[in-house]
């Protein structure tokens, strides 16, 4: 048993440490004064203290191991979240998706990180003018040429060549017997200046192509040639129609006609 100085100070330090209240440590102080260091008064201090400290410290554990717990499943859902969109921003900047235009769907590598033209619609693409395609789209269009989707420029030039070798020689007797008629077309000028032509385009003839590039003529109303602009259909099988988008840089009057007829096919 301690003496009245002794159980003092172990009230004092419970009261320090917060296993007892200031209410509780005045409690026991008075019966400390009252009673004085009896084996009783020492025994009711030392249980009360310790069992305040070991339910403090119980409790201290339970809402640690409970914060855990929570956090640990906080943490892995904001692990897991962060990593897919990581994969996600990744995808969207090294890969593009190609769709429409015959190709189906196609997943092909950028070859730098960029967010430009990651999802492209292949029937737009071969609806411009290759100059636009450049312009606006440099890496879809180096990346469609290597694929074969439409020819490069110097292809072009060698087919031109060929085209006039033919005309010169006349030869090219069995483009001019082939027919695309036309149906559903119509155009619509933007507030920019420009001129989108849609429709649908009709392949007749026995012969299917990989790539034809078509040349579509507009004429006012007198008969004058406005313009020549040209666009690609690929996978153009005989026997069926595909539809078509042509973007002209020009503004065209609301009277016009048109032909389209066959540049080039293979």
């Known amino acids: 048993m301690g003496s009245a100085a002794d159980l003092f100070h172990q009230v004092y330090e419970a009261k320090k440490k917060g296993i007892l209240s200031e209410a509780e440590a005045q409690k026991f102080n008075r019966i400390i004064s009252t009673e004085g260091?009896?084996?009783?008064?020492?025994?009711?201090?030392?249980?009360?203290?310790?069992?305040?400290?070991?339910?403090?410290?119980?409790?201290?554990?339970?809402?640690?191991?409970?914060?855990?717990?929570?956090l640990g499943g906080d943490h892995q859902l904001l692990k897991r979240t962060a990593i897919a969109l990581v994969c996600f921003i990744l995808f969207l900047g090294f890969f593009r998706v190609y769709y429409g235009g015959g190709v189906g769907i196609q997943l092909a590598m950028k070859g730098g990180f960029s967010f430009k033209d990651t999802i492209v619609n292949m029937d737009n693409i071969?609806?411009?003018?290759?100059?636009?395609?450049?312009?606006?789209?440099?890496?879809?269009?180096?990346?469609?040429?290597?694929?074969?989707?439409?020819?490069?420029?110097?292809?072009?030039?060698?087919?031109?060549?060929?085209?006039?070798?033919?005309?010169?020689?006349?030869?090219?007797?069995?483009?001019?017997?082939?027919?695309?008629?036309?149906?559903?077309?119509?155009?619509?000028?933007?507030?920019?200046?420009?001129?989108?032509?849609?429709?649908?385009?009709?392949?007749?003839?026995?012969?299917?192509?990989?790539t034809a590039l078509f040349n579509l003529l507009i004429y006012d109303s007198s008969g004058n040639l406005l313009s020549v602009e040209a666009f690609v259909i690929n996978n153009f099988e005989s026997l069926s129609f595909r539809s078509f988008s042509v973007y002209s840089l020009k503004k065209f009057p609301s009277n016009i006609t048109y032909r389209v007829e066959l540049n080039s096919g293979y």
Not at 42 to 60: D, F
């Open 126 to 210: 071969f609806g411009m003018p290759r100059l636009i395609i450049s312009m606006q789209h440099p890496s879809v269009m180096k990346q469609i040429q290597e694929k074969g989707w439409i020819k490069t420029d110097e292809q072009l030039i060698e087919d031109m060549g060929k085209e006039f070798k033919e005309a010169m020689s006349g030869t090219n007797s069995k483009k001019k017997k082939m027919y695309f008629p036309v149906s559903n077309f119509s155009y619509k000028s933007g507030t920019d200046g420009t001129t989108n032509f849609i429709g649908e385009i009709h392949n007749i003839n026995d012969e299917s192509f990989n």
């Open 37 to 70: 260091p009896s084996e009783g008064v020492t025994l009711a201090v030392q249980m009360a203290c310790t069992a305040k400290e070991k339910g403090q410290k119980a409790r201290k554990i339970h809402l640690r191991e409970l914060l855990n717990k929570l």
